[in-house]
């Protein structure tokens, strides 16, 4: 019993796994500079660059900080040595959370599909990105990802990972259960 107390007292006097986090901005679709976060290992990443797609309220909380579920997956994806983009769809274009609104202005069809595959194309272009670029997003950033990848515009994405997405209203080709590429809703 002495034993595992001293190993949980050392495991809570360990650093927390390092990852460094910076506020950058990089080309989006038709002129728009898309600001984002981005999370990278503290050691050389050693796996895919991960492209996060918020969801309709944000990454962000009232105070501006990263929200704890982005937070959360980016230290678990830096852990796994993977470099961590989250563009910021919303206030890159002067908006605010989306889920409320009544008349989205920002749809995962179109301005969401346009940033997805800019971000893409400049993790791509990273040292951290030569291993591919692995597409992730939640609830309306998981319908970004359906989108993005029914139409992928040559975007050098090697995989997608649709977490929550909103399967009503989801792109052409893509049905319930369907053998070429299943959505389960």
Same mark, same amino acid.
């Given at each position: 019993m002495r034993r595992l107390a001293l190993v949980i007292l050392l495991l809570h006097a360990m650093p927390a796994w390092a990852m460094r986090q910076s506020a950058i901005e990089l080309p989006g679709p038709a002129g728009v500079t898309l600001r984002a976060e981005l999370f990278l290992p503290d050691t050389p990443a050693t796996g895919p660059a991960i492209l996060g797609m918020h969801g309709c309220a944000g990454f962000r909380r009232p105070d501006g900080q990263v929200n704890a579920l982005y937070r959360d997956w980016a230290r678990l994806l830096t852990e796994?040595?993977?470099? !961590?983009? #989250?563009?910021?769809?919303? %206030?890159? @274009?002067?908006? &605010?959370?989306? +889920?409320?609104?009544?008349?989205?202005?920002?749809?995962?069809?179109?301005?969401?599909?346009?940033?997805?595959?800019?971000?893409?194309?400049?993790?791509?272009?990273?040292?951290?990105?030569?291993?591919?670029?692995?597409?992730?997003?939640?609830?309306?950033?998981?319908?970004?990802?359906?989108?993005?990848?029914?139409?992928?515009?040559?975007?050098?994405?090697?995989?997608? !990972?649709? #977490?929550?997405?909103?399967? %009503?209203? @989801?792109?052409? &080709?893509?049905? +319930?259960?369907a053998r070429r590429r299943p959505c389960y809703c």
């Open positions: 796994q040595g993977h470099a !961590v983009l #989250l563009p910021d769809s919303f %206030a890159s @274009r002067g908006q &605010g959370e989306q +889920c409320t609104m009544r008349e989205r202005a920002i749809l995962p069809g179109r301005e969401r599909r346009a940033d997805a595959i800019a971000a893409s194309r400049w993790l791509a272009e990273q040292p951290f990105g030569g291993q591919g670029v692995v597409m992730m997003g939640w609830s309306h950033g998981g319908s970004t990802v359906m989108w993005t990848a029914g139409n992928p515009e040559g975007a050098p994405i090697i995989g997608y !990972v649709a #977490l929550y997405p909103g399967c %009503a209203a @989801r792109p052409t &080709g893509w049905a +319930c259960g």
